[in-house]
């Protein structure tokens, strides 16, 4: 890929964004006291000084934030990464590894029909329309050359000859890293950066945007040497950013106090697969600067996960292949079922809280036959890891959970009275009614029978700060570009609209993480 | 007032010092450059001087303002309500008049068992838990005595014999007022307050809410003689809040701009069922000086709505009743159905707009059995009004909605097979999968045919303004009340999560708006 393109094509989507006001001087107030050019909040503790300036200023060490740093210092900027974590990655290092390509060349060699338009109408489709169609249409469009990007570019290993077809995507599009694990892109993103002379400064923590009269944002108050989540502990400096600040702070999944005021349910009871600098600050500082935050409630939670497990693990191979298709699910204190099994992963995960929140304990029910459905290996270490056990009767079962037996029984019997009145080849359940039941449903009454407890686990935030194509934050009064200040992968909200698409939040940070490096180095300097 | 005093106000607030009102002066730091106190924005416009005083300033007329209105003065409040339209009661005035209220002496007479927290419950159900439960449990909780005080105070008049109740609710729990309007409660709320001596001050723009440094807000600037929509229009003038500003400017139904932010379905082809002002500037204005705006992409819209009469209007029996239950709904470009007719109104509305948005036209068709289903007379008034057609022949009714004939005569045909080959106790269909088909369907074929145009209607924003159940908005930053800042009624979010249910507007309004002006009313004064 050619940076020339590249850069031009970046000039045409920077367009009306680009009309940037440099200078130090204050606005002269207008008499009728109205509000400020820019419509935006003012900042009084605007630094007289500042104790370090860059071109560009970073925050967050993820997919976007490194894609950022890499395409700025390239464009010739100065730049800094902050990073308030003793490490580098945030949750991308932990991430799968999978990214979506339409159109790539690893489709056409294996004959796969594929478009930007077709990636895009999955994601549209899964977010419920709530996706902002021109973000979703760029990072479509780019999706191709940013994976290809990686491979020439940062020199990132993919399998040869897989791609993978997460749920909700039409076809299989999404190549996957050797190792599957972020780490895969992470790494070499840090490694090449490290080579231009930019490596992120960890246990720096940003407690101020510098927001200027002008509506500007001008530079950052950090806290130097901070121990998460010490919010007294560093020491505070300021730094300037003469070109622009990109915001690449990810979400907010392990803030229990941020994420039960965007949705109550998701209390303390309930786990996140982040890491544990997923949380907040941020997220309110760029709203109180005057950032449109946008569709926070829609926050990803997986309903088949394991209390008995870090992440999601492998329990949600047991109780979706095998319990929710071939088994039940039951309130554990009532011994009754409580969802349609095969709801989708909201109507589930809403289901499970809201009872876990009444003190109830929830578990995925499948017996001998509908375990065999599993991928060969995967019980065993299931099973070992303790995270599924087996019981010889069903009367076992309900003493091992606290169930009562009577209620249990009568739950299982029923079901197995309608799978056994109806067609084999349309098995008929009076809670699985909004979906066909899998061929070969039968009875759960072969022993052993396998469990596992289910507790839903935060993932992913899809809303966060409304930006446009340029990765410029648009300012809640205006609806205008916030100069100086930029804003890409999970911080950022209208990309992935209600639900995100497996394989598509790496795509996102990645190509929305290089138009925010690349526009900030190229936007005209203040000071 | 005293000029004296808001000078010497203004001298602390200049100290530790922001760019000041028409000032050049550079800011004094902090030497730690902390944030301001309350960790919130800090506004520099804030006046010299206060064209006028009050101690409660309301903006909105609607059910919320109008009751805050009330209990501030009835607390010995000076109070002062605006209104930027040329008339009082916003959509109040046009609302359905129908009031929810748990364990009623109506529903007692009636012979009705209901609590407050059933009425929770149904709340949270419909919500998808996305409601934040203790102002759920207090709107619940206080329901019935502020339906007896709209009675004994404000002498509403409701039927005296009848209880609504609404979809969602597990029993009849709505008062409906006489007259079937929101205007049998705002036109007493109006009556009351004008022996007061409280007129709501029409034409009145609030264009900034003044917060200073100390995190207070201490009062507004506005535009009197405002010309909606005129951004420009009338004369700038300041207003000072002694004890506290109550916002109850309702919701945002009528903003394109800002609703396709939230939701970007919700484009203009998409219309509303709300009164014109109905637009966003005050949340803008209330994200800008530091609230918090939760869940504001929850936007009720009626999907059964026609193109051919105003508000909801009486298309929703045709399209629901009839179309729905026992007929069809088609896109009327392809021929084709496009959607489970008994799906929720979320999934309908949002597919329906989806189509819209690629320049498709949708149809709820049904023939001359499923119109029998109608309560009698509605037809005649739809086919007066020409909101509902009839049509001899399939063949009539493709020519007139310009669907492809063949395409047209397949679905209908495809369904009718469906109906003819099932179990008439339980028919059948293989797109109404989701639910099963009222008893009584039967296949389509009984001339004449009848057709409404869908239109959805943006109806209700479910998001807003995040308050405690004190009514105090809540800083973003601090996740703190705001000092000086209140909020009721469809400004705010959390009391409804995901869907409003019908009749549960007005109370929340009522006991939200009461707690607003009632808290306000006893802060202590500033200046």
Known sequence: MSDEKSNLSRRGFLGAGGAIMGGLALTQLPLDGAAPKGGTVVDSTMPRKWDETFDV????????????????????????????????????????????????????RMGIKDSPELMAKDMMVAGLGLNHPDLVKLISEKSTETVLWTISELGVKYLDNELVQEGGHTVKRSYKTYNSSGS????????????????????????????????????????????????????????????????????????????????PKLTAKVESTNQPGATAEMWREAS????????????????????????????PHFAQEAASMYGIWLDATTGKRFIDELANRKIRADAIMMLMNQGHKCIAFADAKAVSRLTPGVLDKLQKSGVVKAYNTLEAVADAYGMPRAA???????????????????????????????????????????????????????????????????DVSTDKPIEGLYAAGEATGGVHGAVRLGSCAVIDCLVMGRAAGSNAAKAKAWG
């Open 57 to 108: 200023v970073i925050v967050g060490s993820g997919f976007a934030g490194l894609a950022a740093a890499y395409e700025a210092k390239k464009a010739g900027a100065s730049v800094v990464v902050l990073e308030k974590m003793p490490t580098a990655g945030g949750n991308s290092i932990i991430n799968g590894g999978i990214v979506s390509a339409a159109g790539s060349p690893l489709q056409a």
């Open 184 to 263: 895969a892109i992470v790494l070499p993103q840090l490694a090449k950066l490290k080579a231009l002379g930019v490596e992120p400064r960890l246990e720096t923590f940003v407690t101020r945007i510098y927001r200027d009269k002008d509506g500007r944002v001008k530079g950052l108050q950090i806290r130097e040497g901070y121990e998460f989540p010490k919010a007294d502990s560093g020491k505070l400096k300021t730094i300037r950013a003469r070109k622009g600040v990109v915001l690449a702070h990810g979400g907010f999944g392990q803030d229990v106090a941020y994420r039960m005021i965007q949705d």
């Open 288 to 315: 109180r600067i005057g950032c449109n935050i946008i569709q926070g409630d829609w926050i990803q939670v997986g309903p088949w996960a394991s209390p008995d497990e870090k992440g999601f693990g492998l329990a």
């Open 408 to 474: 249990f029984l009568e739950t299982v019997a029923k079901y197995n009275t309608n799978i056994r009145n109806s067609d084999p080849k349309n098995p008929k359940d009076d809670i699985k009614v909004s979906t066909r039941l899998p061929e070969g449903t039968v009875p759960l009454e072969t022993a052993p029978f396998y469990v596992s407890r289910l507790l839903p686990k935060v993932h992913h935030c899809m809303g966060g700060i409304y930006t446009n194509t340029a990765a410029q934050a648009m």
